[in-house]
């Protein structure tokens, strides 16, 4: 018997269907609807009666708030329709229900199927129903529901008891073969393919389905960086300037005495290696297995001097985001989680840093085949602050960028810290007789294909057909995995530790060992009806492969109970190099670790980048209102919006809150929190910073990525932070290469300008993360590379960048610029050192790096912290100086009047901006920049009060 | 002996009155204990545990992390009972804040609403409070568990009806977090020892679902009654709206409620993210002392 309910909220508390309808009147434009409600329904199975009549007014509704019927009240609709999930995605509301009334019942988990059922009122054509239901339902991840009573919630699979055999593979012609790719939509190209032929034909057999989707998913870009270990055959340059960093890093490599195949890969880690060599990284810890960026720091644990690892990484979901922006910017966050996790540290803090194309533009201007990007915007803000709010870190710095370009494809980046005590982690070489546990979340056919399709061409078609691929994140059970790892007595057992990213089992667990024997049968599924390649490369979020010795076994799934976790041994490590994979009794996949490891066939091209371009800024010829375009530019206007629906202060170590100052306006230019000691205390802190502009990047790569990695560290020390011990990790996001030698040029030229900030400055990328996939039709992304730079440091160092006091002289400190238009190093590294000392001498109430909109958002960030205003020096304060970029260089506020620098003006009692004469409020400049994206993120909503009648 | 005091005078015409109320006759614990038992429950989904047990370690009190396992049946049994034991040899029970069951079904705490009706841990409850003059307080999603419960204000575990209090969703549709400014109203609590009436006090916020609404009537008992906690104000001192001060637009801008004795606190400001060097870009004072205040009341 199905029980159902529908629940709906009072009118006074209905803000989901006030904002719909707003949406869809504003939005939409449809006019004609004059009214929405929604209502939740419940269908219930496997539970009696009395208990579920119970849990209407616990469970499924709160009698202060809600409304409950048996039947649907459709009143006098003049239209009604149903949405669900589509099967298979995760509902964390049915699922919370579900557990709720089993905690009730202390019973079995009923079944629970949830609906979202909308009314329209008004005269509604069918066109503009439609358009509304386009509107509300991503058919990736949902679709209409019938609003008629089921008679059971029970899903009869099938159950498949063999894989394929590919019979007659071995035999393929060339032609056979290519046309075998397309057919089952692989993601190789044709190289691979005949390399996998040859592979069987020496083996002797013909593969499985299984074997050929679980390679397909090996050699993907998404898990393999295919595009980075393309061997680079030639390289022709138009610029003396890249020729130049060129013969720099063929240079460094003859010093290293490197004799690889020279790829971006290369470019893009050599800088590392060769500091290393040279004893600049002596702090780095290095190990076989591979988490996340992992340095050794001392942490000052109530006085004692402790050994502690740092562990860093950024991680992009652009595509999964772009389609499905809530589960796939959800998964962004909860994936990049697991790598410094399965690491063993705790991940207390992050970042996030988005691009996207204008989202104020009308739904029409909305491509085919795209969702409107407002849309996307605020569904993957809602996704990522969803997963990283319930999980319980701060994120402290969020971002976004607006560049045309991100039309093409969304960017989502989530990076995050984390540390961990030296002495809970133990790094052992898996033996044979070892055993294999999973733990948290189960198999489904959601997660198959992630990999591979994020490396596929994006088309027209995506939307339609790449519903099985996207997922949904269940923060409470990644919880549950930081909690267990946490616990230093489970951390100990653990030898190695891989977390499922794309690729599910095979590549997951296929990673951990070279020999390894894996029972599919015992993978826990989410429902019945899995195959055996369905169980094989499903990837999974919340969900852990752990090698202990066999003697830890039972005691290490112990531990994951009491941390309500679900621990199942799948594996054995064997000495034999091969990854067997057993599923009914079979061997459904048995290859060589040699054959796997050679990640397909070798890939050639030649480069030739463009021709570097002038980036220079338009300076406008007014200062009034330069200063109004300003504010009203989407890259300098607020975020606060957006940033304030993260929770910035859980683990009690945020130092700085995201907006500063009495009014809490001034943006922080770098993330700073205590490092999440679990039970002392401690004054150590974790500084990390970002830097980018997809301005300068469009136009010379190269200048792109150098400024990025300059921009990352001047925040850093802007924010107190020392120039020593700075360490990078890089996100590249590039459009499609192809096979175009001008195409391939532009990440090429990117990685050079990043090689060289990274040996001027003796900084190392220690980690990085490539998208090569920001295309869609004609369009393509600007070429990316964003910079995470990241230090540690003391509270009591702590610079705030908000203006403290009218009254104070505020001075420029700038490098010397060299003919390219970038810093001089020598005087770029001097003024680290001198901005350092007068903050460590007490001397600086205030600072703040010139970014995007140069000294003139600097001084108004600055300003609307405390509400302080701001007099320009008229004598060299041109607009020129005041608009212009100023890369490199330092405001500062000055708690006293010295000679240092260049002197820009000085704080004033008075709330404006004014140089000579010209003046402008900062309550006007506020307004604009506030408002600029209030349709889009809200923050200055007006709420009346109405309830003072009875006191 | 106790006074109530009401601000009428700035209660103009579109103003929030400011609540006062200040007793010297707060409740106070028959049985002394130096370090007096915090037990801390984490359903799947809590986040605040590590947070809120080193707040009361730091108080002088003895917390205890208790993991609440639901994969099966039986592992719920074993949890009921274990936590009624536990609960049985505690002083305070303390709700942390966070996600329980992701904010799902449509609307916070109910998955600890459901563990709390359990009869065995809504008697253990009962009987730490009504018999045994114990202490009980929820943060964040525990102040939502506690009000959907009737903890706050009525001192029980009750079916609550249309006419209770509770905590819905944020007016601006979102999560939100940040500093706010709260104003104490009431002295009448074992929580608030360590600060006086009128102090204003920063806390960080972070809730979707923070917005108090509770009838007109019950408020004005409540405010009586000195069981209105804390107010948010603006940066005159003053009671608002403002959704920069009142950041979900509560009811008389109300943040935390405690039970008629003040035995049980509600509030959603995240009392316990404190420590040296925090929030060092937002002035002001951080320091509620409600855990020492807490250990203070069985330290007789």
């Known amino acids: 018997m199905v029980y159902r309910v529908y629940v709906e909220k009072k009118n006074e508390f209905a803000h989901e269907a006030g904002s719909l309808l707003s949406d869809i009147k504003n939005f939409l434009g449809i006019k004609s609807v004059e009214k929405v409600r929604l209502i939740n329904r419940y269908d219930v199975e496997n539970i009696e009666q009395a208990l579920f009549e119970k849990c209407i007014n616990t469970v499924f ?13 459709k009143d006098a609709a003049n239209a009604v329709f149903a949405v669900e999930f589509l099967p298979g995605q995760f509902d964390q509301r049915a699922d919370s229900a579900s557990q709720c009334i089993q905690i009730i019942s202390q019973g079995d988990r009923p079944l629970v199927r949830t609906a979202k059922v909308y009314l329209v009122y008004g005269n509604v054509s069918d066109e503009e129903l439609a358009q509304i239901k386009k509107y509300v339902i991503n058919p990736v991840e949902s679709r209409e529901a019938s609003l008629d009573e089921v008679k059971t919630l029970v899903t009869e699979y099938d159950v498949p008891t063999t894989v394929e055999t590919l019979d007659g593979f071995t035999k393929l012609s060339e032609k056979e073969l290519s046309d075998f790719v397309s057919s089952y939509g692989l993601a190789m190209d044709l190289d691979d393919i005949k390399f996998c032929q040859s592979y069987f034909i020496k083996e002797q057999r013909d593969p499985t389905i299984t074997e050929i ?6 050699w993907s870009d998404h898990c393999r960086h295919t595009t980075f270990l393309t061997t680079i055959d030639s390289v022709k340059f138009e610029d003396e300037i890249l020729q130049k960093a060129y013969d720099r890093y063929i240079d460094t490599r003859k010093e290293l005495g490197r004799t690889k195949p020279q790829n971006l890969m290369d470019i893009g880690t050599i800088a590392a290696k060769y500091l290393k060599a040279t004893g600049k990284l002596s702090k780095l810890d290095e190990s076989e297995e591979i988490n996340a960026c992992t340095v050794k720091i001392k942490v000052d644990v109530e006085g004692e001097q402790q050994d502690w690892l740092l562990l860093f990484k950024n991680e992009t979901h652009n595509h999964p985001t772009e389609i499905e922006p809530f589960g796939g910017a959800a998964t962004c966050i909860g994936g990049a989680i697991r790598d410094p996790l399965s690491g063993r540290s705790y991940v207390y803090a992050a970042m996030r840093v988005t691009g996207a194309a204008d989202p104020t533009k009308p739904i029409e201007e909305t491509m085919e085949g795209k969702l409107p990007q407002k849309k996307i915007v605020t569904t993957a803000a809602a ?13 402290g710095m969020v971002d976004e960028l607006y560049h045309d370009g991100y039309a093409a494809k969304r960017m989502e980046i989530g990076a995050v810290i984390a540390a961990a005590p ?23 056919r959601d997660g198959c294909g992630g990999a591979t399709g994020s490396s596929k061409s994006h088309t027209l078609e995506s939307l339609e057909k790449s519903g099985a691929e996207v997922q949904k994140g269940n923060a409470p059970e990644e919880r549950k995995l930081q909690r267990l790892f946490r616990n230093k007595e489970a951390s100990l057992l653990i030898k190695r530790c891989n977390d499922f990213g794309a690729g599910g089992v095979s590549v997951a667990i296929g990673e951990l060992a070279d020999g390894l024997e894996i029972n599919l049968n015992a993978v826990p599924k989410k429902y019945d009806g899995l195959d055996g390649t369905e169980l094989a490369i499903s990837e999974s979020q ?53 054959f796997l490891n050679s990640n397909g066939a070798e890939k050639h091209i030649d480069i030739a980048p463009a021709k570097v371009e002038e980036f220079a800024k338009c300076i406008p010829d007014d200062f009034v209102s330069g200063y109004k375009a300003l504010v009203s530019d989407l890259n300098v206007c607020s975020k606060q919006g957006l940033s304030e629906r993260f929770d910035s202060t859980i683990g009690a170590g945020t130092v700085v809150m995201p907006f500063g100052g009495k009014n809490q306006k001034t943006p922080i230019q770098a993330m700073i929190n205590k ?19 997809p301005y300068i990047s469009e136009k010379s790569p190269y200048h792109g990525a150098y400024l990025a990695v300059l921009e990352s560290v001047c925040k850093l020390v802007a924010s107190g932070a020392c120039f020593e011990d700075v360490y990078l990790t890089f996100q590249e996001y590039f459009e499609k290469p192809k096979k175009d030698a001008a195409r391939w040029g532009k990440p090429m030229a990117a990685l050079l300008g990043a090689l060289e900030a990274q040996l001027d400055y003796e900084v190392a990328a220690i980690g990085g993360k490539d998208s090569m996939s920001g295309s869609f039709e004609n369009i393509d992304v600007p070429p990316t590379l964003v910079s995470f730079a990241v230090t540690t440091g003391k509270t009591s160092d702590v610079v705030t960048p908000e203006f403290k006091k009218a009254g104070h002289k505020v001075v420029l400190v700038c490098p010397q610029y060299n003919e390219n238009g970038l810093p001089v190093k020598e005087s770029q590294t001097k003024i680290f050192d001198d901005v350092t000392t007068l903050m460590r001498n007490g001397k600086v109430a205030a600072a703040y790096t010139p970014t995007y909109g140069g000294i003139a958002e600097a001084v108004l960030k600055m300003a609307l912290g405390n509400g302080i205003g701001f007099e320009y020096n008229a004598d060299n304060m041109c607009n020129k100086a005041i608009f212009d970029y100023c890369y490199g260089a330092f405001v500062l506020e000055l708690t006293e009047d010295m000679d240092v620098g260049i002197t820009i003006g000085y704080t004033t009692e008075e709330k404006c901006i004014v140089r000579a004469g010209e003046k402008i409020s900062l309550d006007e400049l506020l307004g604009v920049y506030e408002d600029k994206l209030e349709k889009v993120y809200p923050y200055n909503i007006k709420c009346e009060e109405k309830r003072n009648s009875c006191i | 002996m106790k006074k109530f005091i009401l601000i009428i005078s ?3 015409k579109k103003e929030i009155p400011a609540f006062e109320y200040k007793t010297d006759k707060v409740a106070s614990a028959k049985i002394g204990i130096a370090k007096p038992k915090v037990l801390i429950p984490v359903f799947p989904g809590t986040n605040c545990e590590f947070d809120t047990a080193k707040a009361f370690a730091d108080g002088g009190a003895e917390p205890e992390i208790f993991v609440i396992r639901n994969l099966t049946a039986s592992a719920i049994q074993e949890s009921v009972s274990e936590f009624a034991s536990k609960l049985a040899k505690s002083q305070i029970v303390f709700i942390p804040g966070g996600f329980s069951g992701g904010d799902e079904p449509e609307g916070s705490a109910k998955f600890i609403t459901a563990f709390f009706r359990n009869a065995a841990i809504k008697d253990a409850t009962h009987e730490l409070l009504k018999n045994r003059d114990g202490l009980m307080g929820g943060i964040c999603n525990g102040f939502q568990a506690l009000i959907k419960l009737g903890l706050v204000p009525y001192g029980e575990i009750i079916d609550t009806d249309e006419n209770c209090p509770t905590l819905t969703f944020n007016t601006i549709g979102r999560h939100q977090s940040m500093i706010v400014r709260t104003r104490i109203c009431s002295n009448n609590s074992p929580w608030l020892q360590n600060v006086n009436v009128g102090d204003i006090i920063n806390v960080p916020i972070s809730h979707g679902e923070g917005r108090f609404v509770a009838p007109d009537a019950l408020i004005k008992k409540l405010a009586e009654n000195g069981q209105i906690a804390t107010q948010y104000v603006d940066l005159a001192g003053k009671p608002t709206a403002n959704v920069h001060f009142n950041p979900n637009d509560s ?9 008629p004795d003040g035995r049980v606190l509600g509030k959603m400001g995240h009392s316990e993210r404190i420590g040296n060097g925090l929030y060092q870009n937002v002035p002001g004072n951080y320091t509620i002392g409600m855990f020492s205040s807490a250990v203070k009341y069985f330290n007789i």
């Not at chain 1, 509704?61 to 009240?73: A, G, I, V, Y």
């Not at chain 1, 989707?213 to 090996?218: F, L, S």
């Not at chain 1, 996704?383 to 994120?395: D, E, F, P």
């Not at chain 1, 999440?676 to 990390?688: A, L, N, P, R």
């Open chain 1, 675 to 693: 490092v999440s000691v679990e039970k002392q205390h401690t004054d150590t802190v974790s500084y990390m910073a970002w830097g980018y502009n």
């Open chain 1, 383 to 395: 996704g990522y602050s969803s997963y990283g709010n319930q999980i319980g870190l701060a994120t």
């Open chain 1, 542 to 594: 919340e969900r852990m492969a752990v090698v202990v010795q066999a003697k830890d076994a039972e005691k290490f799934m112990q531990l994951a109970a009491s941390e309500n976790l679900e621990a199942t041994i799948v594996a054995t490590v064997k000495a034999e190099p091969r990854l067997v994979m057993k599923w009914n009794g079979k061997n459904i996949c048995d290859i060589s670790r040699e």
């Open chain 2, 10 to 12: 700035s209660a103009k």
């Open chain 2, 251 to 259: 009811y008389y801008a109300i943040e935390g409620i405690t039970s």
């Open chain 1, 61 to 73: 509704s709160e009698p202060q708030l809600d409304n409950t019927s048996k039947t649907l009240d």
């Open chain 1, 422 to 444: 030296a002495e809970n982690v133990r790094r052992e070489v898996p033996e044979d007789g070892d055993i294999v546990i999973l733990l948290g979340g189960r198999t489904g």
């Open chain 1, 213 to 218: 989707r679980m390679i397909d998913t090996y």
